[in-house]
């Protein structure tokens, strides 16, 4: 069993900065993948920076502003989100691809945390 614990979220205004982290724990052998994802009230939620074997991708509405990265000795993934604007806004979560000490892959949410960004 993994459990995903994001923290980081919050209120800020247009143009400040939040990082926010997501700390597994359990039965975890690696972590192959990561992603973020983040959900507006009445869109669908989207995936926005993602890191696999070192390459990272962003969505173009947070390139040059977010910065996915992990720890691997904590187990943790971040993404830094600078120049905020209030269209970021959302709820984030965070998507984690655990190879399990019994070689299983399994895919893990985060519980999602609030970031509003305030005009």
């Known amino acids: 069993q993994v459990q995903l614990v994001e923290s980081g979220g919050g209120l800020v205004q247009a143009g400040g900065s939040l990082r926010l982290s997501c700390a597994a724990s359990?039965?975890?052998?690696?972590?192959?993948?990561m992603g973020w994802y983040r959900q507006a009230p009445g869109k669908q939620r989207e995936l926005i920076a993602t890191?696999?074997?070192?390459?990272?991708r962003y969505i173009d509405s947070v390139k040059g502003r977010f910065t996915i990265s992990r720890d691997n000795a904590k187990n943790t993934v971040y993404v830094q989100m600078n120049s905020l604007k209030p269209e970021d806004t959302a709820v984030y979560y965070c998507?984690?691809?655990?190879?399990?000490?019994?070689?299983?892959?399994?895919?893990?949410w985060g519980q999602g945390i609030q970031v509003t960004v305030s005009s």
């Open positions: 998507n984690v691809r655990i190879v399990h000490i019994s070689r299983a892959t399994v895919d893990y």
């Open positions: 359990g039965s975890i052998f690696s972590i192959s993948a």
């Open positions: 890191l696999t074997d070192g390459t990272t």
